[in-house]
Structures are given as C-alpha cells and as structure tokens.
C-alpha cells in the first residue's frame, strides 16, 4: 500500500492518512477567516476632495472675485460654458445607451407603456398645481404693485429675438418637433425628446427581435458603464465650472445694482423653497420617503445646478443616483429624460408669477378670465419652447403675447435677473424629476418604502 509523504518526507503509516487528510482540510477551512481578520479597514477618504465641500468653496471664491473685481469675475465665464458644453456632451449618449437597454431588458412591454403614461399624468398634475401656485401668490403679494413703470421708456428692440422664437414654437410645432428629420440628426442637435422618442423605438426593437440581438443589448450595456466613467471623470471638473459661471453672474449683475427687482427675486426664492418642502415633500410623504433625506442625497447635483444655473450638468448623475435608490434602469430612462421637458415645476411657478409680475409693474389690470387664459396657455407654452436656449423667457413671452392687454415690452424688466430666477428653475425643475422618478417606481411597486427608506438612508453613511 502507498505511503504519504508529508513535511520532511517522512512516511506516515497508512492508518493515520485519514486523520492527516482531516488536519489538512481544516487548516484550509480556517485559513480564509485569518486572512479576512487580518485584511485592513478601507481608509476615510480627506474631507477635501468631497465634491459637495470644493463646489462650495469654489462658489465662495467666485462671489468674492465678483464682488472685489467684477472685470475679471467676467472673463471667468468660459469655465462655465465649458463644463456645461462638455456635460451637454454626453447627455444623447446617456439617455440613449440607458433607456434602449432598460427597454430590451423589460420582458412585459406593457409596462412600459403604463410608466410613460403614469409619469406624464404626474408630470402635467403637479406642474399645473405649480402654474396655480405660481398665480395666487402674484395675487395675494403683489410683487408689482408701485413700480408704475412706462413701457415706452424699456428697451423692446432687445425681446425681439425672444419674441421671434416664441412664435415659432405652436403646439403642432412642438409635437412635429419630437420627430427628427434623421436619426444622426437628434444627436448632433443634442434634443433630449427627439433622442428619448429614437431611444424607445429602438429598444422597443431589439427587445422585439429576442436573442439574436443581444449581443447589441450588451455592447450598449456596455455603453452605459463607460459614458458614466466620462461622467465620473468630467465631475471633478464641477468646482471650476460652478466658479466661472458664479464669478460672471456676480461680475456682471453684482448684488446691489438688483435694486427694487431684488423683491421679485427673494419672492420666487421663498416660493420655490416652500414648493420643495411642503408641496413635493407632501407628494414624498405619501410615497413613503422624507423630502429633506432625498434632498440629502442629491447634495452634490443641487450644488452643481446652484453653480451652473443649469439644470442640465446634474442629469447624468441624477440618474445614476436614481437607479442606485432602487428605480430600474428603463425607467429611470423613461420618466427623468421626459421630466426634463414635461415636468417643469419651477419653470411654471415662474411664468404665472412673472406674468402677473410684467402686468402689475406696468399698471395694467387683469381680470379673474385673462389670469386663467394665462394659466391655460401657459400649460402648453411651458412645453413648447423646450429645448431652446432661455426656454422659460421664451415659453413667458410667447404666453404674453396671447393677451394683448400685457405690453410684451414689460418683459425688458426681467431680461437683467433671468440669471438669478433660473438658478430657481433649475433647481426646482432638478428635484421635482427626482421626486417623480421615485414617486412612479413606488407607484409601479419597484420598492417599498422600508427599501426605499434604507437605501436613503445608506447615502448618508
């Protein structure tokens, strides 16, 4: 019989090769507990590079460099323009590569369906509630009243390019708009709803075909992870986009040449903050989910839609963080891209309390049919002027412009703030997709509020 031979070659007796064999696999079963007791604990990573603390500081030095030497606070300006060019980028790519997977992926076609209608029910329900918002309190405030402001002495010649685009923008415009001339062409003009309508089609497709396509399936899976490795790569660069775009809006406008306008501005800030808190935060509650918590976990993107006045260098990000609460991928895909077009809470509470704003400061009275003329309109023209630059200016004057009583000229009054009042927009419009894009994964039972609750909580770790 065969002897095993063990350490310094010595034979061991064949009797004792089962008790060996047992000494041996023990010491193999308890030597990855000693490698796993003695591996070192992950490092905490310096609180200076958290992205949340250089944004912040990088907005400081802006208002500083504003303040102290508007002249070259202005030159910075080209930082801004480049990280939100370079975000603008990537964006087609993000919603293309995400939605056409999420799709392919979805084995009930249906459901895709019932989350597009599900979302644009809650799209036009809570941005109407802001439009109605927006309306009661330019009527209860009166943001206006005492500026007895004579529209022949405003610069009209400089709404003349607004004006222009707002008339080319009709309803029939906008839904012939959705559809590109050809497919490259949606990408190279960059417009989120004609790549979102090539995106579903094309994920309706493959997943229409089954197998033999997904080896496509995959290399756009693919896709995703490394567009959101551009992402990650082109975010450290936020602190410097958010310094020149703060520098220059405080170099140029500065803080107090606002003067009497600074009331509409404080207004429309109060406004949108309580529209977070109590409106989206009651819409939150109902879900199962604390506002203030969500608010937390996307600390980052609001810091860079404060910076940048863009609500567009947060969405790659936002989506990201979307699906990392618990929404799937076609989702995410379907409603956040949309939301962007359809679910503008702050752009809507800014055009019922502008308009009412224009009509108040010109001494020009509205009566209870015009004001609902103008909430009326404006639910179709806060669409309609999408994905044109200055859209809400755009979609406020094609709504003026409606009602002949308003002197569209009136509008010169805001040309100076925009900036300010879009930072507002931008942060509303930004959140409230978030919310939503939570509210419809509850409403389609994708998590529960305990899983949602946890994984909220998990971002704060």
Request: some cysteine.
């Amino acid at each position: 019989m065969e002897s095993l031979r063990v350490g310094d070659g010595h034979p061991v007796r064949p009797g004792r090769k089962a008790a060996l064999r047992t000494d041996l696999r023990k010491e193999s079963n308890t030597a990855p507990l000693v490698t796993t007791m003695t591996s070192p604990a992950p490092q905490k990573k310096p609180f200076y590079t958290s992205l949340s603390l250089q944004v912040l500081v990088a907005m400081a030095a802006a208002i500083a460099l504003g303040y102290f030497s508007p002249a070259k606070a202005m030159a910075m300006k080209p930082l801004g323009d480049a990280f939100i060019r370079m975000i603008t980028m990537i964006i087609t790519l993000i919603i293309f590569s995400t939605v056409v997977t999420g799709i392919a992926g979805m084995e009930d076609m249906k459901k895709v369906g019932r989350v597009g209608g599900k979302a644009l029910l809650y799209f036009e329900a809570v941005s109407t509630l802001a439009l109605g918002i927006g309306l009661v309190v330019g009527n209860l405030v009166h943001p206006g009243a005492g500026f007895n402001v004579n529209v022949s002495t405003l610069d009209a010649k400089s709404l003349a390019d607004y004006a222009g685009q707002a008339k080319a923008q009709s309803v029939t415009d906008f839904l012939m708009h959705i559809i590109p001339t050809t497919v490259m062409d949606a990408f190279a003009k960059g417009d989120i709803l004609q790549v979102l309508f090539v995106s579903v089609l094309f994920g309706f497709a493959l997943s229409a075909v089954g197998p033999r396509c997904k080896p496509l399936v995959d290399l756009f899976d693919a896709l995703t992870h490394a567009v959101f490795g551009v992402v990650k790569i082109l975010m450290r660069l936020a602190p410097l986009g958010a310094f020149g775009a703060m520098a220059f809006t405080v170099g140029k406008y500065g803080i107090a040449s606002l003067g009497p306008l600074a009331k509409l501005i404080g207004l429309f800030y109060v406004v949108s903050i309580l529209f977070v808190l109590l409106v989206l935060g009651g819409i939150a509650r109902v879900a199962g989910f604390s506002i203030l918590k969500f608010l937390a976990c996307i600390k980052e993107e609001i810091l860079v839609v404060l910076g940048l006045s863009s609500s567009e260098p947060a969405l790659p990000t936002l989506m990201a963080k979307m699906e990392r609460l618990g929404c799937s991928k076609a989702l995410v895909g379907l409603v956040v891209p949309t939301g962007y077009t359809f679910n503008t809470d702050g752009t809507s509470l800014y055009m019922t309390l502008a308009a009412l704003f224009v009509a108040q400061a010109t001494n020009t009275h509205l009566s209870l049919r015009e004001q609902l003329t103008i909430l009326a309109v404006a639910i179709l023209t806060s669409k309609g002027a999408s994905g044109v630059q200055g859209a809400s200016f755009i979609a406020l004057v094609g709504t003026l412009m409606v009602l002949p009583s308003i002197p569209v000229a009136g509008m010169a009054l805001l040309l100076g703030i925009d900036r300010f009042m879009s930072t507002a927009r931008a942060l509303v419009n930004m959140i409230g997709n978030g919310v939503a894009a939570l509210v419809v994964a509850r409403w389609e039972n994708e998590l529960d509020s305990a899983t949602l609750r946890r994984n909220l909580a998990d971002f704060g770790k």
